[in-house]
Nanobody, 115 residues
Framework: QVHVVESGGGLVQAGGSLRLSCTTSGIIFSSRTMGWYRQAPGKQRELVAIISSGGTPNYADSVKGRFTIARDNAKNTVYLQMNSLKPEDTAVYYC?????????WGQGTQVTVSS
């Protein structure tokens, strides 16, 4: 059974930083593309950042230069370092393991950025 668990969310002031973690089990982590997505109230879920099995990252334009995705295959964990946070970054952040149709999602972690 696949488990995907996010952690690290919280409340932060604008300009601050947070680091999200996503730990998985039940999959061959090193072979999976991993991604962070977010969903703000009343909006569709959107891609934030992905990292390939080989470690190549890609980012949404809205977070380029501020967020960094990284993976630690030894720990089956992917991270999202978020700097220079803005109120518009407020959302539930979800971790996705793998790609459709063989993907699994976590339950999400809330990130709230106050102005």
């Amino acid at each position: 059974q696949v488990h995907v668990v996010e952690s690290g969310g919280g409340l932060v002031q604008a300009g601050g930083s947070l680091r999200l973690s996503c730990t998985t089990s039940g999959i061959i982590f090193s072979s999976r593309t991993m991604g962070w997505y977010r969903q703000a109230p009343g909006k569709q879920r959107e891609l934030v950042a992905i990292i390939s099995s080989g470690g190549t990252p890609n980012y949404a334009d809205s977070v380029k230069g501020r967020f960094t995705i990284a993976r630690d295959n030894a720990k089956n964990t992917v991270y999202l370092q978020m700097n220079s946070l803005k109120p518009e970054d407020t959302a539930v952040y979800y971790c996705r393991a793998g790609s459709y149709p063989f993907d699994s999602w976590g339950q999400g972690t809330q990130v709230t950025v106050s102005s």
